[in-house]
């Protein structure tokens, strides 16, 4: 594997070690929190005074940091789908920490995604690093890109402006398709950036290029954009249901958008293609599994809360019933 790849891959690895830790860690301070005062699905904040659930927030800002640096080394098609990765960390972790346990179906869901992974890395593309700034810029406005782009724009503005209103809290994929389209223009936006400050810290200076801020600029809007209907997906629809689609869609979208615009499949044939696909798609099965089995412990979560309080209200009633009887 190249060194660039090579760099690129560790980067991927440490980031989904990170963030997969962070949910752990946060979860514990949200539980020590949730002991001393309002719980934060209640609107509560005691968690803010939590050292543990700081410790996770800095563990993700690494995560995310390491995975910013990874897209720079290695190309998306390699970067993007070992995401899956921190989905099988925090499986793992909170197995372990939690007392949530993994069933058999999670360990298959798990073992997928690992293999998924293994079979992307051994056939993934060699990075091809541009040179300036103008070099990325020229790969942004070649005309097939500014077609993929057109479409990606018109698509999310009829989602905004048609069908938001008509049935954004009933249909998943409103949300989820602007969040993913719009997620994937900032991979590009944000490849683009890391690169000019890779090229900078060499000493080929790209800061007084007018396109590393317009770069700049498009990345600040698409994560903001991406974020503000993330949140109306996550407070719309089961958080089971969304993770997935949005891993499936954003994933699948952001390798169609690298493969147009950095032509990471230039020059492989046919067979490391089709393995890199066969790799994707056993990553999003395993991914598939492994928040199914989360919706079903959650499902069975909820059932036991009911039943117990359905049983104690019984109980509560029958010893009203006693107290109230014309016998005492």
Known sequence: MESDNGKGLILAVASSVFIGSSFILKKKGLKRAAAFGTRAGYGGYTYLLE????????TMIVGEAANFVAYIYAPAVLVTPLGALSIIISAVLAHFL?????????VLGC???????VVIVIHAPKEQTPNSVEEIWN?????????????????????????EPLCGQ???????????????????SIKAIGIAIKLTMEGVSQIGYPQTWLFAMVAGTCVVTQ????????????????????YVMFTT????????????????????????????????????????????????????QVRWYESRKSTNEEHLITLYSPEY
């Open 111 to 117: 073992v997928s995604c690992i293999v998924g992974s």
């Open 51 to 58: 050292p543990l659930w700081w410790a996770g927030m800095v």
């Open 227 to 246: 974020l503000i209907y993330l949140n109306k997906a996550l407070d719309t629809f089961n958080a089971a249901i969304v993770s997935p689609v949005y």
């Open 139 to 163: 790969l942004a406005t070649q005309p097939a890109f500014l077609i993929y782009v057109a479409i990606t724009m018109s698509i999310v503005l009829a989602l905004i402006l048609h069908f």
């Open 170 to 188: 009933t249909n998943i994929l409103v949300y989820i398709g602007i969040c993913s389209l719009m997620g994937a223009l900032t991979v590009m």
């Open 98 to 106: 939690l007392k949530e346990k993994l069933k058999k179906m999670g």
């Open 253 to 304: 979208l952001t390798i169609v958008a690298s493969a147009i615009m950095f032509k990471d499949w230039s020059g492989q044939d046919a067979a490391s293609i089709a393995s890199e696909l066969c790799g994707f798609i056993t990553v999003l099965t395993g991914t598939m599994i492994l928040h199914g089995t989360r919706e079903e412990e959650q499902q069975q979560a909820s059932s036991e």
